[in-house]
């Protein structure tokens, strides 16, 4: 990763310098020092005239030359580069020869090591002539695209974060916050501001981050994923049961962050409370009543039997269960 972060700074500098000289030539540079820039740089520079004639070049890499120079040497643009180039090339070699101002135009084209893209900088020379500057941006192009489309997967990312439902945040090394989304903030009825670089246990009683917060957190950045349910009191909603989830989160080989995810599962747990202590005062009355209670399913076959059966009819509830009247 390392590499390819350096790959691609590298690359977003030599554009950089490339745009500087292209700069120092449209100023004008004395013919001696404008020859050994032509010498040094990387991109491909051609010569050309009023009537699109290539009259010299210089090939920095010799490997972007779509033709060997005996084949272009000479001869107008149009004749030795693809229509579609050759128009472009020709349009805005006229338009920098009228403006006497740089200009620049983006075309691909196919080399024997596959469809390559190239940028083209005109500046004028002379009264009749321009220097056309060509650099391969492939690579760069390559880079752009994907980190555009990085950044594109980020921004769907945090959306969904920011508008999650779930309470999101993560944690460092040193068990501070890194981020909260809005949802983890409002249930301490503070801004997400407030959590970034603070330490997790100062939003918590000390004996709920002692015995349930620290302990697994110490075993996510161990490397484990880490899930537990439990109660919580918060200052604005108060008890809560929520259901935690701590995921690792490594660069390289170390975890760097653990990322938390809690969901609030208070419904769900009150209402399986309820249906408990309604099943066992059902059950306690049923159970208690002096006659015989009973459930068939739809093939009639006994599906709940209450102990009264024994006293009535000699059976045991189990001995009846799944059999018919």
Partial sequence: MEDEDRTKEQLLQELAAAHQRIAQLEAGLP?????????????LFFRVDSDFTILDYRAGRPEDLYLPPE??????????LPARVARLLEGVTSKVLQSKELAAVEYTLKLPRGEQIFETRVVPLEPDQVIQVVRNVT??????????????????????????????????????????????????????????????????????YERRIRPNLDRCFAGESVHYEDWFTYPVVGRRYMDVHYYPLREGKKVEFAVLVIRDETER?????????SEERYRDLVESTSDWVWEVDADTLYSYVSPRVRDLLGYSPEELLGRSP
């Fill in 71 to 80: 084949r272009f040497l000479g001869k107008r643009i149009r004749e030795v």
């Fill in 269 to 277: 747990r009150e209402a399986e409370q309820w249906l408990r202590e």
């Fill in 31 to 43: 013919a001696p020092e404008l020859e050994a820039v032509l010498r040094v740089l990387p991109d």
């Fill in 139 to 208: 690579d760069l192009r390559t880079v752009e695209k994907e980190l555009r489309e990085a950044n594109e997967a980020l921004q769907i990312y945090a959306r969904v974060v920011e508008n999650s439902p779930d309470r999101i945040s993560a944690v460092d090394r040193h068990y501070r916050f890194c981020m909260v989304n809005p949802t983890y903030s409002r249930m301490h009825n503070l801004s997400v501001s407030d959590f970034v670089g603070r330490p997790i246990a100062g939003f918590f009683p000390r004996e709920d």
